[in-house]
């Protein structure tokens, strides 16, 4: 059974940072794609940030490049989201992703709220 689990969210001040951290199991990790989403109230989802399998190439949205950085530790099954310059704007339950390149299925974790405000 697949099981991605975060950790990491919390309230944190307007120009705060955190680490999101993604711990997966029940699956190759280096054989995932990982990705990092976020959903607002009464907004959809939208990807934030992604790494390919070995880690060699990153992508992010516009809206959170220069302050937010995805990075994987392949021996530890873990991918992490390190978030800085937090602005209320940033607030929303984080959920991790796992693009499974073995089955093309991909999981998720049960998200992690992130909430910035004074």
């Known amino acids: 059974q697949v099981q991605l689990v975060e950790s990491g969210g919390g309230l944190v001040q307007p120009g705060g940072s955190l680490r999101l951290s993604c711990t997966a199991s029940g699956l190759t990790f280096s054989r995932s794609i990982m990705k990092w989403y976020r959903q607002a109230p009464g907004k959809e989802r939208e990807l934030v940030a992604s790494i390919v399998n070995n880690g060699g190439y990153t992508e992010y949205a516009e809206s959170v490049k220069g302050r937010f950085r995805i990075s994987r530790d392949n021996p530890k099954n873990t991918a992490y989201l390190q978030i800085n310059s937090l602005k209320p704007e940033d607030t929303a339950v984080y959920f991790c992703?796992?693009?499974?390149?073995?089955?093309?299925?991909?999981?998720w974790g049960q998200g992690t709220q992130v909430t910035v405000s004074s």
């Open positions: 992703n796992a693009h499974y390149l073995l089955t093309g299925v991909d999981y």
